[in-house]
């Protein structure tokens, strides 16, 4: 079953506001990934982080790889509407190959 | 666009009936993945395949059969649907082991 707790599980907020969603799990990852799911289509990458500790941006948003490795976060700033969706994290640990184990997902709702 | 296509992208079938789910890729990469997404569930992981003719169980596994005979396609069967069945199934992709998935666009399966 989930090994991953993403929280929270949705997220109502004003256009321009910053949003902080997180995942943390009992069991040492050596990869973590955040998806956004728009409605009617696939999941797609916005972040993957491979070492603990390690910080990256890709436009507004921030990712963090914790450095217990049983956790990460992920920030979005200045929300805009076009970020409404379902956001994904996912974790690979060392001991399931290419396997992603994935959270529940953090439905965003951004009001204009 | 992004290499990777399922089909059909809805299907209706009655309990009983067995079902096979296409998926195809033009990227080359070796592993590929069905999940299933369901409420309250987030991605669970059907099966998976690390080459041809190389499978294996996922989290979710029973009820589903799958085979790749070449690298490009991925084929998910239901042997006889039943209602439990009904779900969003994706396909994923991976170059790597190290690497972040690239997610199909979904087929909708409903079991009357």
């Known amino acids: 079953g989930q090994q991953l707790n993403q929280s929270p599980q949705s997220m109502f907020i004003q256009e321009g506001e910053d949003v902080s969603m997180n995942c943390t799990s009992s069991?040492?990852?050596?990869?973590w990934l955040w998806y956004k799911q728009d409605p009617g289509e696939g999941p797609v990458l916005l972040i993957a982080?491979?070492?603990?500790?390690e910080l990256t941006s890709n436009g507004r948003l921030t990712a963090q790889f914790g450095i217990t490795r049983k956790d990460s976060f992920l920030n979005i700033s200045a929300s805009i509407p076009s970020d409404v969706g379902i956001y994904f994290c996912?974790?690979?640990?060392?001991?399931?190959?290419?396997?992603?184990?994935f959270g529940e997902g953090t439905q965003l709702t951004v009001n204009p | 666009d992004a290499g990777i296509t399922q089909s059909p992208r809805h299907k209706v079938t009655e309990t009983g009936t067995p079902v096979t789910l296409r998926c195809h890729q033009t990227?080359?990469?070796?592993?590929m993945y069905w999940y299933r997404q369901d409420p309250g569930h987030g991605l669970r992981l059907i099966h998976y395949?690390?080459?041809?003719?190389?499978?294996d169980k996922g989290e979710v596994s029973d009820g589903y059969s799958v085979s790749r005979s070449k690298t490009e396609d991925f084929l998910l069967t239901l042997e006889s649907a039943t209602s439990s069945q009904t779900s969003v199934y994706f396909c994923?992709?991976?170059?790597?082991?190290?690497?972040?998935?690239?997610f199909g666009s979904g087929t909708r399966l409903t079991v009357v």
């Open positions: 982080l491979y070492k603990a500790g």
């Open positions: 994923a992709i991976s170059e790597d082991r190290d690497y972040g998935y690239t």
């Open positions: 395949s690390y080459g041809v003719k190389d499978t």
């Open positions: 069991s040492i990852f050596n990869t």
């Open positions: 996912a974790g690979q640990r060392e001991t399931s190959g290419s396997r992603l184990t």
């Open positions: 990227e080359n990469h070796r592993y």
